[in-house]
């Protein structure tokens, strides 16, 4: 009833009520909505005198005040009562002509409000308050901010409370916060005002250095349950017509240095450094723009584990990771945040490890080193439509193995970081790594196999090279001989008579057999290393008898 008795008594007379004017005397207008009986006295035929209303149901004033010529003067008050039926003022406002002008108090559902009006201009003194129940059940009406009025805008001292508490505090000039402003701690239980925060305005503009000694973070724990979590860190921010310019500092509650650099124009530039004092690791950062630019350096305590270059916030160049003693990790290489050439990796001795070559983000190659940086295994990688095509070469003391791999990553992608894990553990599964393409044997440099595989089915012409002289070539179809001959190694023509011979070793035959017109004629025998005879066949121009 008080908000609505507002919006009444603050609007002109006629605007209100659809009243009958008389030359002199009294009127009354019954307004049902309200519940009011308002009595007009008329003079000339116009509003002139004391206004009253009352409340219809109970016949209490309501509000009362003075009108000359359809125009509000002086004071207009607004009662209430108690439960006694005695009544008091709660609000006012003062008129001069119609206009609000002088001290008034306002009063809108809980919050009331204290000022002046210069020709319907606030002017003056201002003060909110919102009212409360206290532990007795009574009314208190509790601060909420006060400060000064001039021509309608905010000027001077303004003080902002929460809940009873000082908020903040500082200076308007023309409706614009100007010079210092404070900002307190609200949760502080000591009954002191503990600044959490200063800052500099010029005409409503942030300038100079604003200075956070600490802030709060707010955690979820629960359902309706937040924690307030005290953080105690100093921060120094510079500023300069409302842009950030100059240095940067924040530190913890022991002084250590947290983060520290420079902006210009709101943005990073130059050097930053960041640290952490549980782990002890510094990071050194370049910045142009905002972006990261130029060098960049990862510390714990004295030894640097990682150094390399930004350029306009994308890795560059060579980045090198090194060990708490300083050896040698890793090295990569970027070309405008794109992975590119190679990358080492080094064990415990200093040997590499690991290389990985990279072309356009892509991993081309990977190769497996032993201890003492001598390869072992070779991968080479090429993207197809159905898959990475991978060609792998496995190299041991006195052999090389070669292979050609159908591989089908998810969406045809190779995850650097992991692969070399997968491979050495499924490299040998058929179902995962499907022999696809040539595969070949070397010893002590020499090709001993070559052939064909499709779809982990032999197939094709493979040629064996275990006799000094002469080829030996069978012929696949799906898995299945369809052919075999002798030529000689020399020319490539068929063998037109010899004997084929393999070796246990000295004076150990292993197999041996006759050759005529490039095909086997007469006995194959394959013997035992202890010499006996493990098998013996015969054939004729080839076919087996």
Aim: net charge neutral; proline share 2%.
């Amino acid at each position: 009833m008080k908000t609505l008795l507002i919006l009444l008594l603050l609007a002109p007379i006629f605007l209100v009520a659809q009243i009958d004017t008389i030359p002199k005397g009294n009127v009354t207008h019954i307004d049902s909505a309200l519940g009011l009986k308002i009595i007009y006295p008329f003079k000339n035929s116009q509003v002139t005198g004391k206004v009253k209303a009352y409340y219809i149901s109970n016949k209490n004033l309501a509000y009362e005040g003075e009108s000359n010529g359809n125009a509000k003067e002086g004071t207009w008050s607004y009662f209430e009562y108690d439960s006694l039926n005695k009544p008091s003022v709660y609000q006012f406002f003062n008129y001069k002509n119609d206009t609000l002008n002088g001290a008034f108090v306002e009063v809108r559902d809980s919050l009331r409000v204290r000022g002046s009006y210069k020709y319907a201009i606030l002017d003056g003194v201002y003060k909110r308050e919102i009212s409360s129940v206290s532990d007795s059940g009574t009314a208190v009406w509790i601060p909420l901010d006060s400060g000064g009025y001039a021509a309608g805008e905010r000027y001077g001292q303004w003080t902002f409370l929460n809940k009873g508490k000082l908020q903040k505090t500082g200076y308007y000039q023309d409706g614009k916060k100007h010079k210092h402003w404070f900002a307190y701690d609200t949760y502080d239980k000591s009954g002191k005002d503990v600044i959490m925060q200063e800052i500099q305005y010029f005409e409503g503009v942030k300038t100079g250095t604003e200075k956070k000694y600490f802030h709060y973070l707010y955690e979820p724990c629960g359902e309706g349950c937040i924690d307030t979590i005290k953080v105690k860190e100093f921060e120094q921010i510079p500023w300069q017509n409302g842009s950030l310019l100059g240095t940067y500092i924040k530190k913890d509650n022991k002084g250590f240095v947290l983060e520290s650099g420079t902006f210009s124009e709101g943005k990073k530039v130059s050097a930053w450094v960041y640290f952490d004092p549980e782990t002890k690791e510094k990071d050194t950062k370049n910045y142009l723009d905002n972006k990261l630019n130029g060098p960049y350096k990862k510390q714990v305590g004295e030894h640097v584990i990682l150094e390399g270059t930004y350029a306009v916030g994308k890795k560059n160049n060579t980045w090198k990771y090194f060990d708490d003693n300083g050896k040698a990790i890793r090295e990569e290489n970027y070309s405008a945040g794109v992975k590119t050439g190679e990358w080492k990796y080094f064990n415990y001795k200093g040997y590499i490890s690991l290389s990985k070559i990279f072309v356009d983000d892509e991993m081309f190659s990977l190769t497996e080193y032993d201890e003492l940086g001598i390869d072992v295994l070779n991968l080479e990688f090429t993207f197809i439509t159905d898959g990475v095509e991978i060609v792998s070469q496995e190299i041991f003391r006195d052999s090389i193995e070669t292979r050609t791999l159908l591989y089908k990553p998810e969406g045809n992608k190779i995850d650097h970081w992991t692969f070399m894990e997968l491979f050495k553990e499924k490299g040998k599964d058929s179902t995962i790594f499907v022999l696809n393409g040539g595969y070949s044997v070397k010893k002590s440099g020499s090709i001993k196999l070559s052939g064909n595989y499709k779809n982990n089915i032999i197939d094709g012409a493979w040629e064996y090279y275990y006799n000094a002289s002469i080829i030996w070539r069978i012929e696949y179809k799906d898995g299945i001989q369809i052919k075999e001959t002798f030529v000689e190694k020399i020319n490539g023509n068929p063998v037109k008579k010899g004997e084929y011979l393999l070796w246990h070793g000295p004076e150990r035959p292993r197999l041996e057999f006759s050759i005529r017109e490039g095909v086997r004629h007469g006995k194959s025998i394959w013997y035992e290393r202890n010499g006996e005879v493990d098998k013996e066949e015969k054939y004729k121009e080839g076919v087996l008898q």
